[in-house]
């Protein structure tokens, strides 16, 4: 009974960050002013990598990722850390969105989201709990 609560939550928690993501998208047109997003590849272009680092003996289960409206899911992911492949995403990418759900040991496991761009870090979103979910976005 309690693997099924446990399960049931983590799909209602995937869904909910899945949700966020495409609210995220939705609003995201504001203008950053900001002088930090100059265009890198040559056509505009960033190169872009999403990672997730929970503490010890947590399990990091899935991960959805991506850019605007392009989201990528991995599931069946283990273990205390996770990388997604380097992506590129193409100029006039609007926003970047990655969520993660974990279960932790106890009450106080932790759960970091990191957006790099361009090798920079950029964001970072983080969690605590038994069940952990976190997120992060970025803007261009």
Do not use: R
Request: aromatic residues 8%.
């Amino acid at each position: 009974m309690k693997k099924m609560q446990l399960s049931q939550l983590l799909k209602g928690t995937f869904y909910v960050f899945a949700m966020a993501m495409l609210l995220g998208i939705a609003f995201s047109c504001s203008k950053d002013d900001d002088d930090d997003n100059n265009v890198v590849g040559s056509n505009g272009t960033h190169k872009v990598v999403f990672k997730a680092e929970a503490s010890s003996g947590s399990n990091i289960s899935i991960a959805v990722y991506g850019y605007d409206a392009n989201a990528t899911t991995a599931t069946s992911l283990s273990g205390t850390s996770w990388s997604s492949p380097e992506i590129t995403v193409p100029a006039g990418a609007l926003t970047l969105n990655a969520a993660v759900n974990a279960t932790g040991v106890n009450a106080s496991s932790t759960l970091k989201v990191q957006i790099y761009v361009d090798g920079v870090l950029k964001k970072e979103g983080t969690s605590s709990g038994q069940y952990l979910s976190a997120s992060a976005n970025h803007t261009f």
